[in-house]
């Protein structure tokens, strides 16, 4: 195994060298506990996979996301124009992101403020690199696993990625289930909209139980998702069910970590 | 000899159900335009193939196979006979009887026959779409934004369309029975009545004259009962029948995922970034009135259109993961009270020659509150679930906007997480100095 060596973009620009990709971690992949492991968990696939890779590290800020759709259209174009400005002075290319919010913003609302880049998120990402053969996967540990996948409502109904997540899932030999709502039709596991940082309006149930009750009808060994927001919701959707000695809460990010040939 | 002043008085009612509707449409294009320019011009083709999928191919309704199919079949049956509806009109003016009958031969009968099982099955899908509303009771059909009049305006609407479909089945099956049995009125042997011929017997112990007058009241209930009701739907949440077609051609094309840019707003952050503009050697931005809506006349002409053709049905609502948890929030409700409030203010303009006088009432507050507009999660479900492209979510962001950006009216938790997106550049009170911690962990 190879160490993980992570770079920024000012300093392999400074040795001369330009990574293809750029890493977008996020603010939650940077600073959320929990989230930080989906993080180093993509920066080590990136690395055993011999991706020619950087992040902005500290020159990273907030895309704006939860502020646009807090209605705080200032702040959010403040936080787009001067992340523009970073990643034009880099002259960045490609963006891979571990999180559907950052994804979303970067891919369709920076265009429009000046920032042209192509944006996948890390599920498209590890597919492509799965079909490359650059990535192999041997299944062992989640052979035979039950596991249903929760759509983020940021890649699937926002821009129609379903099929990457699932065609990774299927790399691990796992039984994969469907929820009853899922795809289009995937309930959202109630972070979206700047939700996440505030208190829900009252009401007779929390949404990300909900979803946890249509994700634990599954039966499932785990449950995955592609998006740092809904694993903290509906982490504690199964912590509120008391079912996490049963059940665990997985980034596919993390699910190819633990099961790739690295 | 027939007389020709039913003729001259079936005119005179066509012409003015007609005047009436257009009245109508008119006041629909006025406020709709109150709303703010937005350009839709672009991508005529796929603009085209999208407005043909799903409005006219209704690719959406089929997302509930059994209620989508219903609807296809209602749908369907509007369309066809509406054909018929060419003929009685045409008969209507000239005082003449089927009069497409002997051009068509033996085609007539087919058409004709066709037209009968639909209105059958018309009447079944009908049936069965009211027996969900009122036995089954299905839930969102129920909320409360469905009190009162929009509960009646759906049943009205079912009533009105198995009383047609059976006037025009009574008119078929009593034609039939003349074409048979009354050799001096002439009745033109023509048409098949594959349903109608049912009804025969119900009028063999009545007098020639007793079925004629049967024939042709059903006849005139009928082609008044279609006029009335093409002016009922100004009043109903049944525009969709017409407004489905603009709705889904200049529906957003774009990932839902992907809200608007308020450019006003860019000029101003631009200014504010760049140290080299001198805010007054600037030239004068265009003078915006406010960020954001707080009132219809703040919404785009898009959204005021998705008002008027919003049918009711509820399936964004029931998507709604905040409504589905028992929250305020109800897209539907969203879209309702837009078309309350914008009809308010076009009775307001019609009262005032023509002018919008203040008063002291706003889409904000009167009709949407703010719980409401706070407990949406953007996770687009309302969206994807409208069979028509209705887009509630972008007037609850504009709504925040307003809430936002004018009024400094967001929840403490929000206000907090922007201040600290401000700060150090996340949402949480960590230092953007130490984005990159996690690499010391690994």
Not at chain 1, 77 to 92: F, H, P
Request: glycine share 6%.
């Amino acid at each position: 195994m190879k160490k993980i060596e992570i770079h920024t973009f000012s300093e392999l620009i400074a040795q001369g060298k330009t990574p293809e990709i750029l890493f977008w971690v996020g603010c939650a992949g940077s600073f959320d506990e929990r989230a930080k492991k989906i993080t180093k968990a993509f920066a080590n696939i990136l690395n055993q996979a011999n991706v020619s890779f950087a992040v902005l590290g500290s020159e990273e800020g907030c895309t704006g996301d939860p502020a646009k759709r807090a209605g705080n259209e200032f702040l959010f174009q403040m936080q787009a124009l001067s992340n523009i400005e970073v990643l034009n002075g880099y002259n960045v290319k490609k963006i891979v992101t571990t999180c559907p919010h950052c994804f979303n913003t970067l891919k369709n609302e920076y265009p429009e403020l000046g920032g042209n880049y192509d944006v996948m998120h890390h599920t498209q990402f590890l597919k492509s690199l799965l079909n490359e053969g650059r990535l192999t996967v041997s299944g062992g540990a989640f052979k035979g696993k039950r596991i249903t996948f929760h759509d983020p409502c940021y890649l699937g109904r926002a821009n129609n990625v379903y099929e990457a997540p699932r065609q990774v899932l299927e790399k691990l030999d796992a039984e994969l289930s469907e929820m009853k709502s899922c795809k289009q039709k995937g309930l959202c596991c109630g972070a979206g909209g700047a939700q996440m940082f505030k208190d829900a309006e009252p009401g007779d149930k929390e949404i990300n139980i909900k979803r946890t009750e249509e994700a634990l009808d599954t039966k499932p060994e785990i449950i995955a998702s592609g998006c740092p927001f809904c694993n903290t919701m509906l982490t504690d959707g199964v912590k509120n069910k008391k079912e996490e000695d049963n059940v665990q809460v997985l980034d596919i990010a993390e699910l190819i970590n633990q099961a790739s040939d690295l | 000899m027939i007389s020709i002043l039913p003729n001259i008085l079936f005119t005179i009612i066509f012409i003015f159900a007609i005047f009436n509707f257009s009245k109508n449409v008119k006041k629909i294009y006025r406020n709709i335009n109150l709303g703010i320019k937005e350009d839709r011009s672009d991508n005529k083709k796929q603009r085209w193939t999208q407005m043909l999928r799903i409005a006219f191919g209704q690719s959406k309704m089929i997302d509930k196979p059994i209620v989508g199919i219903l609807h296809v079949v209602v749908y369907v049956g509007f369309l066809v006979i509406n054909i018929e509806l060419l003929e009685i009109l045409v008969d209507g003016f000239l005082g003449t009887h089927r009069v497409f009958a002997p051009f068509l031969g033996s085609f007539y009968d087919f058409l004709i026959s066709f037209f009968e099982y639909f209105a059958l099955l018309v009447i079944v899908a009908i049936i069965f779409f009211w027996s969900r509303r009122n036995i089954l009771k299905i839930n969102r059909f129920w909320k409360n934004e469905m009190k009162g009049w929009p509960k009646s305006d759906a049943n009205y609407i079912l009533y009105i369309e198995v009383i047609l479909m059976m006037l025009f089945l009574t008119m078929n099956g009593a034609d039939l029975w003349l074409q048979n049995n009354a050799n001096d009125l002439n009745y033109l042997k023509a048409g098949a009545f594959p349903v109608s011929q049912f009804l025969l017997p119900l009028f063999d112990n009545l007098s020639i004259n007793s079925v004629f007058i049967i024939e042709r009241t059903a006849w005139w209930l009928h082609i008044l009962g279609i006029l009335s009701f093409l002016n009922y739907l100004y009043y109903s949440k049944h525009l969709h029948i017409l407004l489905a077609f603009p709705n889904t051609y200049f529906a957003n094309l774009n990932s839902k995922g992907r809200f608007s840019n308020l450019k006003s707003v860019t000029s101003e952050v631009k200014m504010m970034m760049d140290p080299s503009i001198d805010p007054f050697s600037a030239p004068a931005a265009e003078e915006v009135s406010k960020f954001g809506a707080s009132d219809v006349s703040d919404l785009s002409w898009i959204q005021l259109l998705n008002a008027y053709t919003c049918t009711e049905c509820g399936r964004c609502t029931s998507e709604c993961p905040a409504n589905q948890t028992g929250k305020k929030l109800s897209p539907r409700k969203i879209m309702m009270d837009t078309r309350d409030r914008l009809e308010e203010v076009s009775r307001n303009i019609d009262k005032n020659n023509g002018e919008f006088k203040p008063d002291g009432k706003q889409l904000l507050d009167n009709y949407i509150s703010n719980e409401e507009l706070w407990a949406c999660t953007s996770c687009n479900a309302c969206v994807e679930a409208c069979p028509i492209g209705i887009d509630p979510l972008s007037i609850i962001i504009d709504m925040r906007r307003y809430l936002v950006m004018e009024k400094s009216a967001a929840p403490p938790e929000l206000n907090n997480m922007m201040t600290n997106i401000e700060n150090n550049g996340a949402p949480w009170p960590f230092n953007q100095m130490d984005r990159l911690n996690w690499k010391n962990e690994l």
